[in-house]
């Protein structure tokens, strides 16, 4: 399955140094074989007695970011054959599912064409779930031990995707340390947040340090103001038991807006190692100045009686939401970073639930043109940086009306 071709070489040294092939072999490496010669390149001889196995276990498996971010990942990577062949997944979650279950939850999410349904049966025949509780050593137990009846045993590779709420953390990585450790391979349990895999957001320091044209403009002299957007058009829709122990700032602000903030505003890094962009990024947080309460709006979403559907209903017509709740489910605040780059101008983060579209976006609007000749027809040059529903980079400008005319 997943065959490749290998292209191998042997070489002899010329005059000046420079190595030129002598012969080249082709033969079909699989997958995992591909997967084993990249790790030697990268890693050397010292990971060569590694198991080849992999579990990737969602802690979280019957959650909203499960079924519609992570297992249809996972799903893309094994169906384009970015995975070893040797890979299983364990969903982990509190409630009594079967992997049929997920299935039928994830599949509106995966864009499965006819043409993959046996791809995707395979897929899930390699898929297995577990319910436990998050704060219970015992369930971790009899997690450990279905681990261990999985090809590769207990000398596998394990994953941990944390897909939960911050408030079980420590308990879910205290009960991993304690009872789901791997004996000879490794380990390794990771949070993150989701809007660092979108590819608008990840291309911003591409954007901005690959492109000599917005180095000089990208400041104060030139930034009237930074607008972060991320809107959803539905409520909670079930889901507010979890959402109200957060709002939408914990929910959505102060990690989505606030990494795309960081990655507008910092600094050039030294390199696009983690470390040296986590850096430049903590210097951007550290010198957000306090914020003041009139530069804060928040709001909760109420029911249209001329809406259809879910539309009809407010955030305290959720049951699962108590009653009298006074949790924001949308905020605006204007935030001041306070460095020689950008002192003064106002960056405004703005998201909310059950909004009028969905939209994640980041929007420089750059000052006014000094020295209007056009009687104040000129509107403010903006550069967007639409993050989804529709990838996109776009620069507006003034051009001047067709005909005869001679202004904007």
Not at 168 to 180: E, K, L, M
């Given at each position: ?307 259809e559907s879910h539309a009809r209903l407010g955030y305290q017509d959720d049951p699962s939401v108590p009653e009298g709740s006074c949790t924001p489910t949308f905020a605006t605040a204007v935030l001041y970073i306070q ?70």
């Amino acid at each position: 399955m997943w065959p490749y071709r290998h292209v191998s070489s042997s070489y002899s040294a010329g005059n000046r140094g420079t190595e030129w092939p002598r012969r080249w072999n082709t033969e079909l490496l699989t997958r995992s074989e591909v997967f084993g010669q990249l790790r030697k390149e990268l890693y050397g001889e010292k990971q060569l007695n590694d198991s080849n196995t992999h579990i990737f276990i969602i802690l979280g498996a019957s959650g909203d970011l499960a079924k519609k971010k992570i297992y249809p990942t996972l799903w893309w990577l094994f169906r384009d054959g970015l995975l070893p062949d040797d890979t299983y997944f364990v969903g982990f979650a509190r409630s009594d599912l079967t992997v049929e279950d997920i299935k039928t939850a994830c599949l509106p999410h995966m864009k499965v064409t006819t043409e993959q349904n046996e791809c995707l049966s395979m897929f899930f025949s390699k898929n297995s779930y577990v319910r436990g509780r998050y704060d219970d050593s015992s369930s971790f137990t009899q997690l450990s031990l279905h681990l261990s009846s999985l090809p590769g045993g207990s000398h596998a590779n394990r994953l941990f995707y944390l897909a939960l709420p911050p408030t079980v953390y420590q308990q879910v990585g205290t009960n991993i340390s304690c009872h789901c450790m791997s004996d000879r391979s490794r380990t390794r349990s990771i949070a993150l947040t989701t809007i660092l895999g979108k590819e608008m957001v990840q291309n911003l320091m591409v954007l901005r340090f690959g492109n000599r044209i917005f180095g000089p403009i990208w400041n104060r002299n030139n930034v009237a103001c930074v607008v972060l957007t991320f809107k959803e058009p539905f409520g909670t829709q079930g889901r507010g038991g979890y959402f109200d122990n957060f709002g939408i700032i914990r929910d959505v602000m102060q990690n989505h807006l606030l990494q795309m903030l960081c990655l507008v505003a910092m600094e050039k890094p030294p390199t696009t190692s983690p470390d040296d962009v986590r850096d430049e990024k903590v210097k951007v947080l550290k010198r957000i100045a306090p914020v003041a309460p009139t530069d804060v709006v928040l709001g909760q979403y109420v029911g249209d009686p001329e809406g259809e559907s879910h539309a009809r209903l407010g955030y305290q017509d959720d049951p699962s939401v108590p009653e009298g709740s006074c949790t924001p489910t949308f905020a605006t605040a204007v935030l001041y970073i306070q460095s020689e780059r950008w002192d003064g101008v106002p960056f405004i983060l703005r998201c909310g639930k059950a909004l009028n579209e969905r939209k994640a976006e980041v929007r420089l609007q750059f000052s006014d043109v000094p020295g209007d000749i056009f009687d104040e027809n000129c509107q403010r040059n903006e550069l967007v940086v639409r993050v989804q529903p529709d990838e996109a980079i776009y620069l507006k400008m003034m051009t001047k009306r067709p005909g005869i005319y001679f202004s904007p």
